[in-house]
């Protein structure tokens, strides 16, 4: 891989990346994908004053928020580069960071097809097509990627993720209990496979084991605001409601723009005839 000049640009990018690996937010993970950005290019590529100034700048807008300018900057760039999977890469996840998933599809597919060995170019392919409804082609590219030497569990989860789109429960929570021993297994530990078996499980009119996967989570991830939704709306189900309301305050204190959570709260209350808190939440969750 070819670098720019000089070693200080790729040793700040490779600090910014792994400190970044750690989030899992999208946003979060559109910074750490732009930083290691700036020291990438396609082999027998070089970087061009003009080329490295579009990459400053595209960090620099969606740092701040502005993502139609960092859409045009990465534009230049593909335009500059266009054999350069990752800069098409980033455009897709910048895309995708907005929800614009319909548009992340060309740059990821480019991605992919230019360097399947880019990393998680076609990792990123496969979860578009997954957030498009397009389960069948996720599963082929998920599968696909599980057959690689590389052992990992983000693979098998989204495995899972798309045969549950498919309605094949019993192969989806196969597959998202082999991702939880692969992610066991690895130096970090991510609670989302068991936090999608557990909505699994609730999609599949079990509450009870729901709610067994998800306390287990909550009880290690006691910051996982998906987690204690998921496991609120299991004690609904279950006609806990005060331990739904406890896991459902959990969960937005976790993450206080969470509309999902906080409309359920406005109901549990509503049931119960506390109205000005079920008028709160309705407020919070964004309806009048």
Same mark, same amino acid.
């Given at each position: ?15 910014? +990346? ?12 559109? !910074? ?36 139609? %300018? ?35 599809? %060309? ?22 097509? +997954? ?39 019993? %192969?989806?929570?196969?597959?998202? #209990?082999?991702?939880?021993? +692969? ?14 078996? /557990? ?6 009119? #079990? ?5 067994? !996967? ?17 496991? /609120? ?40 005839? %506390? ?14």
């Amino acid at each position: 891989m070819n670098t720019h000049a000089g070693s200080q640009p790729l040793t700040e990018a490779r600090a910014l +990346y792994f400190t970044c690996r750690l989030a899992s937010r999208m946003a979060r993970r559109v !910074v750490c994908v732009l930083g290691i950005a700036f020291c990438s290019l396609a082999p027998g590529q070089v970087a061009s004053p003009s080329t490295s100034k579009a990459m400053d700048a595209a960090m620099a807008a969606f740092q701040e928020g502005r993502f139609a %300018e960092a859409e045009t900057h990465l534009r230049d760039v593909v335009t500059m580069l266009p054999s350069d999977a990752h800069a098409w890469m980033v455009l897709g996840v910048v895309y995708a960071a907005q929800g614009r998933h319909e548009l992340a599809s %060309e740059p990821f597919t480019r991605a992919c097809e230019l360097n399947a060995k880019e990393p998680d170019a076609c990792y990123y392919l496969a979860r578009n097509h +997954y957030l498009r409804n397009r389960f069948t082609e996720a599963l082929a590219l998920f599968d696909e990627l599980g057959r690689s030497a590389r052992r990992d569990w983000r693979y098998l989860n989204g495995r899972g993720l798309a045969l549950s789109g498919l309605g094949r429960y019993s %192969e989806a929570e196969q597959a998202f #209990q082999q991702a939880m021993s +692969y992610e066991r297994g690895g130096a970090s530990l991510d609670e989302k496979p068991a936090v999608n078996l /557990g909505s699994l499980h609730l999609r599949a009119g #079990q509450p009870e084991k729901a709610l067994a !996967v998800l306390r287990t989570v909550t009880s290690a991830f006691p910051k996982a605001a998906r987690a204690w939704f998921e496991q /609120g709306k299991a004690e609904l189900q279950l006609e806990e409601l005060d331990a739904a309301v406890a896991s459902l305050n959990r969960a937005v204190a976790a993450r206080p723009r969470y509309p999902e959570a906080h409309l359920l709260l406005a109901k549990i209350h509503a049931r119960r005839g %506390e109205s000005e808190k079920a008028v709160a939440h309705r407020r919070l969750a964004g309806i009048p």
